[in-house]
């Protein structure tokens, strides 16, 4: 028995270990084609044959890195801020008031999971030239919060529901706070483990969303980094320099890989305490 046991391990940790190198190889060739010079993109599976950053210097000044992160940065921190204050909001009452007309709300973010923002992009465009702010960064920041909300709702009522005793309150309100005061000063601060995991999930997606800034921002001052690398993929007469676009898409990820390391120990622990129960 104990035997079998062993060769299961074995087996296990050889399977997990062919699964890595399967998902980091992929990572490693776009890092050292990014390390090439531009223009020599043959032979990519040789791995660190060449050691450079001029391909890095062309992204930088290509992209205007500086600005484009810094419009990066300003979509995700008002989006992912305007996120986690709403939906926390909206959470608490739905989590606390036990009746229907809750368990109506619930139900209602919960059906924003079907729908897709893509498949009413047309209508919502139409809506946004009529309110006069199709043109800019409001708008994309309008539908970041609008696609987000329903997930990040649900995490929050399902954890306020599994991990945020009412007993914490109770004193709250014998002494007088109001709702106000019991979300902000009681409620709000023991839901750091969801608010990490609401900032992980919806600071990835909107960081890296291609969609909603190629449809609402035009101006190329207000450009995200994703948009901007649209300027490395070439056409027939002007092949696109793969070397530019890998250490574009290094300089992108950067600034998410360090934000991820400074809150990864709470990610975990906010989506599975989150989802014990809903």
Not at 27 to 55: D, H
Not at 112 to 133: N, R
Request: glycine share 6%; charged share 10%; proline share 6%.
């Amino acid at each position: 028995m104990r035997t079998r046991n062993r060769i299961r391990s074995i087996l296990l940790h050889a399977a997990i270990a062919l699964f890595s190198v399967a998902s980091l190889y992929p990572l490693v060739i776009v890092l050292s084609g990014s390390l090439r010079p531009p223009g020599q993109s043959a032979a990519p599976l040789n791995l660190f044959e060449q050691v450079t950053m001029s391909s890095y210097r062309v992204a930088y000044e290509t992209m205007k890195y500086p600005l484009s992160l810094w419009n990066s940065v300003l979509l995700t921190f008002i989006s992912v801020t305007a996120v986690v204050l709403l939906a926390s909001a909206a959470a608490y009452p739905m989590a606390r008031i036990q009746s229907r007309t809750s368990r109506f709300l619930a139900m209602f973010f919960l059906s924003g999971l079907i729908v897709s923002g893509q498949m009413a992009l047309i209508p919502i465009y139409t809506v946004m030239d009529a309110l006069q702010i199709k043109d800019g960064q409001l708008a994309s920041i309008l539908m970041f919060l609008t696609c987000s909300l329903p997930f990040s709702t649900f995490l929050y009522t399902g954890f306020i529901n599994s991990s945020v005793p009412y007993e914490l309150e109770e004193a709250a309100v014998i002494d007088g706070a109001g709702l106000l005061r019991r979300y902000w000063g009681i409620v709000f601060p023991l839901l750091l483990p969801a608010t990490t995991a609401v900032i992980i999930t919806q600071a990835v997606w909107i960081w890296n969303d291609f969609l909603y800034p190629l449809v609402f921002i035009t101006q190329p001052d207000q450009k995200p980094l994703p948009l901007v690398m649209i300027r490395f993929l070439g056409d027939r007469e002007n092949p696109t320099q793969w070397n530019q676009l890998f250490a574009a898409c290094v300089l992108c990820t950067l600034p998410m890989i360090a934000a991820f390391s400074l809150l990864q120990r709470y990610f975990i622990g906010g989506m599975t305490v989150g989802a014990v129960k809903g």
